[in-house]
């Protein structure tokens, strides 16, 4: 490791890989270490080195095989250089075994120390590993980080330009919330008006407005009305359209029509316009006066309905009648060529209005011989009748008759006594 130069990057594979390779060649030395120390190796050895010797001394007889020739102490000179190179072959002998013994230390020495720096060199390439982990690991959050910071104030502008929006969005929300509850409140309230008064828009131009009417009818015996009518005879409601005229910029009527025309509207015009231009130019709050004839219109058509109605009942008895609206009056066909002109009072026969005789007149030849004065006299005493006889059609109309009749016969009685 001191070797490698310290301006060059490691490369841990490289180095694991020689390290592989060492351990390949430590478990190598190993096993031949192993092998040279087992006991019966040693003694192969030994005995290699015993044959060996004994080869030679075999040699050295074989080169001095007569042993005959040599004297004593020539023998005694040979024993001891025989001795000699045996000492010699022992001294080598174990010369060479403690060599072995020196080389056996030396390498268990040498495995050892090779094991320990392995184990020392594993342990350093695995925190080297961890420490470039890591250093990956901060490097890659150090990037983070600046990405993040570079972006932080992208979002954080998103983020206010969102909140703006929602908080916009919200406002309009609730704009639209507000008008959405006022116009079913409106709608409501056009609904409630339509089903209590019947009145309903159909077109409007800016000059002309279309109104759909309908005009609910009081039952008469609700109201306490002198007038007896079958319920099967009294409608509950009735159907117009009025056709009306304002005046440009403004809601103020100015002229109007109604459909069907059955019911006399000229009247109340007259009097919505004298309305409108009696207050045009005064500081007072007045009521529109298309308020006014609306409402008018509808009580009109009422009153006209029910007088309808009283008169259609009425002709169902022995006598006629006709209904004039124009001019508020009913006149009364009555037996031997008399009509009766009676006035409705103002909201007969809805309220308790008494009925009033305005003029009679002979209607055929027959009754041509009738004076006027003796109309004139039955007109004043029908005029006088009990309010309780006036308030009911038919029964006014019999006491007409009645009345009619008796001063008939005080005329004819005061005639003939004139004759006398």
Not at 263 to 287: C, G, K, P, W
């Amino acid at each position: 490791m001191d070797s490698v130069p310290s301006s060059e990057p490691l490369d841990l594979d490289t180095i694991r890989s020689e390290l592989r390779e060492l351990e390949e060649i430590r478990n190598n030395c190993n096993d031949d270490m192993v092998s040279e120390m087992c006991p019966s190796d040693s003694d192969q050895l030994l005995k290699d080195c015993a044959l060996q010797l004994e080869s030679k001394v075999e040699q050295i007889m074989c080169d001095c095989s007569d042993f005959s020739f040599l004297g004593i102490e020539d023998l005694d000179a040979f024993v001891e250089h025989l001795k000699e190179e045996l000492n010699m072959a022992e001294a080598e002998s174990a010369k060479i075994s403690s060599e072995i013994e020196v080389l056996t230390r030396n390498h268990v020495e040498d495995f050892t120390k090779l094991e320990s720096d392995n184990e020392l060199l594993n342990c350093s390439l695995d925190f080297m590993s961890s420490q470039d982990v890591e250093k990956g690991k901060g490097h890659a959050c150090r990037e983070e980080q600046l990405n993040s910071t570079n972006s932080l104030g992208e979002c954080e502008f998103e983020v206010l330009k969102l909140d703006n929006q929602v908080e916009e969005n919200k406002v309009m929300l609730k704009s639209l919330q507000d008008l959405d509850s006022i116009f079913k409140r409106i709608d409501a309230v056009e609904q409630i008006e339509d089903a209590l008064s019947g009145l309903k828009v159909i077109e409007f131009d800016g000059v002309y407005i279309r109104l759909s009417l309908r005009t609910y009818l009081p039952k008469l015996e609700d109201l306490l009305c002198p007038q007896k009518i079958e319920d099967a005879a009294e409608p509950s409601e009735v159907n117009h359209e009025l056709l009306i005229e304002v005046v440009n910029g403004s809601m103020e009527l100015k002229n109007a029509e109604i459909f069907p025309s059955d019911v006399y509207i000229n009247d109340i015009i007259d009097a919505a316009n004298a309305f409108r231009q009696l207050f045009s130019h005064s500081t007072m709050e007045t009521r529109s006066s298309l308020e006014w004839f609306v409402r008018k219109v509808q009580d009109r058509i009422i009153l006209c309905t029910m007088r309808r109605v009283v008169v259609k009942h009425a002709n169902k008895s022995r006598h006629s009648f006709e209904y004039v609206d124009r001019d508020e009056t009913i006149v009364a066909h009555l037996v031997g060529g008399i009509d009766a002109f009676i006035k409705l009072s103002q909201g007969w026969p809805i309220a308790k209005s008494p009925l009033k005789v305005l003029s009679l007149k002979s209607s055929d030849h027959h009754s041509k011989e009738i004076s006027l004065s003796f109309l004139c006299k039955v007109e004043e005493v029908v005029n006088y009748l009990d309010i309780d006889v006036q308030l009911n059609l038919l029964t006014f109309v019999e006491a007409i008759e009645k009345i009619l009749v008796e001063q008939m016969r005080i005329e004819l009685h005061s005639d003939s006594t004139s004759k006398i």
